[in-house]
Structures are given as structure tokens and as C-alpha cells.
């Protein structure tokens, strides 16, 4: 063996290392380690809300859809029906009326859905009607919409306020006391469409200051040389106007009748003021008689024995009355009487007034023999 046998640099040894090294086997790789943010509790709790929250946004709106299809599907009424809502009242309590009397089928729905459609300060009070099959929200549209049910209160021309104060008094569908009596004339004569649970003070205010509008307006423009003082003087002649004649083309004529014997110092002789006289604003009894006492009554009020105008109105006049007395015919006649079929027949003297008087009764006594004759009497 040479000496250069023996020699080695270390090259050797390296390239039998690395031939040994070709036949070791690969060490398996690790597992990954598990990242520190999935074990992190907030990133858990997050997921729960998330899967939580998906849960609860389905259920809920399966709730709105539910509540959507039972507030629009069609109600239980078979038949019409009419509820009342007070003023005042809040959604809870309409809600639960409705229910009570079966025009929708759940309050607690009609409230929600009420709300949810920003309508719950919109509910009127009012008497309503809705139909049969009415549903949730067409019940909640027609309340918003004020359309309730009107009852109408009607004061005819001429009557006293005695009269229309009985009418207010009996209606059912006003609510509360009668005011205290308010001076002969100054209601209005009218059809006045009130809500139910209107109260009567409300309905006679109403009636007050709709004549006081009424009778300033006509007065203002009346003609200039009227025998009249004041304005409580147009509405008393008007009142007896209005009690003498309903026939509204007729007024005009009567009136002009009044202002002539006005103007010439002459008493109205009129029969409707002697009886205010004597029965006051509860008229005379129906089927009485008029008497020759009570055309001989010493009242203020009776025109056959005081010269001039009684000291208030008689009854209360309607529009066509007080425009007839501010705008009376031009005529020279002093006297009229009935003519036997609704109306009257004028004169401008006594002469022929009495005629037409002559002629009145006449036809008074043929109807009553035919009458008689009718009847077999």
C-alpha cells in the first residue's frame, strides 16, 4: 500500500455520506398548527350570532308575512256592521272595540299593523260602517279617512227655538246637557249634519253662529228706507214674515204688506204674534181652536191691540223671510187674507180686503157642506 493510499483530503468521506444519504427516507411533514384566531372566543360568539341572527330574520319575517297576509285577507263580518270611536281613544282601544264586536278578527294584529303602516295618530272619532268581509286594512283606511257616518239634525223655518231645542234634546246620537235657552230667533233654520256623540251644546253653538252670520250678511245689504231701527227689529218682523206665509215666493208680497202699515203708523193685525202671545214658544195645542179671548189677550206681543213691532221675535226666520223683509216688493197694498188654497189674496184698502174676506169664508162654508154631504151628515 503506497503512502498515497493512505492520504485522503476528507473528499471521500464526504461522497460516501452523501451516498448514504440517498438512501435515508424523507421525515413526514408536520401537521399544520392550528391558527390562533379559530380558537379565539369572540370569533365562536360571532359565529353563533351570525347563525342566531339568520335564525331570528327568517322567523321574523315569516311573522310579517303572516301578519301581512291577516291584515289584508278579508274580515270576519258576514254583514254590515257600525262601530263607534270615541274621541280621545288610543289605537289599543279601538283595536280591542273592533275585536269585541267581531270586525276584526285579532287586536293584537290590527294594532301592529296599524303602527307598522304609521297610520296610529291618523284614527278618527266617529260612527263608522263597514262592510261585510271587511278586511284589517280597509277597517283601518276608512277610519283614517274621517268618512263616518252623518245624522242629520233639522230645525224647519219658523220654528220657535222652544221647538228646536225638543228636536235637540230627543236626538239619540247627541251626547250631553242643553245649553241654557238662547233669545227667540237666533237659531238658524237648517239640516246640520253632525257625527254621533256630538254633544248638543256643540249643535245649538253651531246654530247660533250660523243665523248671527246670516243675518248680519242680509242685513248689511238691505234696502235703505225700511221702516226698521235695528237689526233685532229686522229679525222680528222677518219671524213674523216667516209665520205668516210658507209659500217662499209669497214673503216678499207679506212683506211689503208689514213695512206699508209700518210706514203709515198702522198695527200689523197679525194672528201669529197674538198667539206667541199667549202660548209662548210651545205654539198653540194641535186641533185648538183659535178663540176670541186669545185674540183679545193683552200681551205685548199682540199686534191687534199695540201699534207697531212686538218686543222680539216670534219664531225663527229662514234666509228666503229675512232677504224678503230686506228687500220687500214695491207695492201700495195694507191687507191680505187666505185665499183657500195655500196662498193669499192682497189689497191696498179695507174695502176690498173685505171682500176677499167675504169670498174666503164662502169657501169655507161650501167645503164644510161638502164635507157634511161626504160624510152623510
Not at 351 to 359: Q, T
Request: glycine content about 10%.
Amino acid at each position: 500500500m503506497s503512502v498515497n493510499d493512505h492520504y485522503t483530503d476528507g473528499s471521500g468521506d464526504d461522497r460516501r455520506n452523501q451516498r448514504g444519504r440517498k438512501f435515508q427516507s424523507s421525515p413526514a411533514p408536520k401537521p399544520p398548527k392550528r391558527s390562533r384566531h379559530s380558537r379565539n372566543q369572540l370569533v365562536i360568539f360571532l359565529n353563533f350570532c351570525l347563525t342566531a341572527g339568520l335564525f331570528v330574520t327568517l322567523a321574523v319575517g315569516a311573522i310579517l308575512y303572516w301578519g301581512k297576509s291577516e291584515f289584508d285577507r278579508p274580515g270576519p263580518l258576514t254583514k254590515e256592521a257600525t262601530y263607534v270611536v270615541p274621541r280621545s281613544t288610543g289605537v289599543s282601544s279601538i283595536a280591542s272595540g273592533l275585536e269585541s264586536e267581531g270586525i276584526v278578527s285579532s287586536a293584537e294584529v290590527f294594532e301592529y299593523g296599524v303602527r307598522l303602516a304609521g297610520a296610529g295618530g291618523q284614527l278618527k272619532a266617529g260612527e263608522y260602517a263597514f262592510p261585510a268581509g271587511a278586511s284589517m286594512r280597509q277597517v283601518m283606511e276608512k277610519l283614517k279617512s274621517g268618512e263616518s257616518i252623518m245624522h242629520a239634525v233639522t230645525i224647519p223655518e219658523g220654528w220657535t227655538v222652544y221647538r228646536a231645542y225638543e228636536r235637540i234634546a230627543t236626538a239619540d246620537f247627541l251626547t250631553g246637557d242643553m245649553p241654557g235657552e238662547v233669545p227667540e230667533g237666533t237659531l238658524k233654520p237648517d239640516t246640520y249634519l253632525v257625527q254621533r256623540g256630538t254633544t248638543r251644546k256643540e249643535v245649538v253653538r253651531q246654530m247660533k253662529s250660523a243665523q248671527d252670520q246670516l243675518v248680519n250678511e242680509i242685513w248689511e245689504g238691505r234696502q235703505p228706507d225700511l221702516p226698521i231701527k235695528d237689526i233685532g227689529q229686522f229679525i222680528t218682523l222677518a219671524s213674523i214674515v216667516e209665520r205668516e206665509t210658507g209659500i217662499a215666493g209669497e214673503r216678499p208680497h207679506v212683506a211689503s204688506v208689514f213695512i206699508n202699515r209700518l210706514k203709515k203708523g198702522m198695527r200689523l193685525d197679525s194672528d201669529p204674534t197674538f198667539l206667541y202671545g199667549v202660548y209662548g214658544g210651545e205654539g198653540k195645542p194641535s186641533g185648538q181652536p183659535v178663540t176670541q179671548s186669545d185674540k183679545d189677550s193683552e200681551t205685548p206681543y199682540n199686534t191687534y191691540k199695540i201699534r207697531g213691532l212686538p218686543p222680539g221675535p216670534i219664531a225663527n226666520p229662514g234666509r228666503a223671510a229675512l232677504e224678503a223683509v230686506a228687500h220687500p216688493l214695491q207695492t201700495d197694498d195694507l191687507y191680505f187674507v187666505a185665499d183657500g188654497t195655500g196662498g193669499h189674496i192682497f189689497a191696498p184698502s179695507l174695502r176690498e180686503h173685505n171682500n176677499n174676506v167675504a169670498k174666503y169664508r164662502a169657501l169655507q162654508r161650501q167645503r164644510a157642506a161638502e164635507d157634511d154631504s161626504a160624510s152623510g151628515g
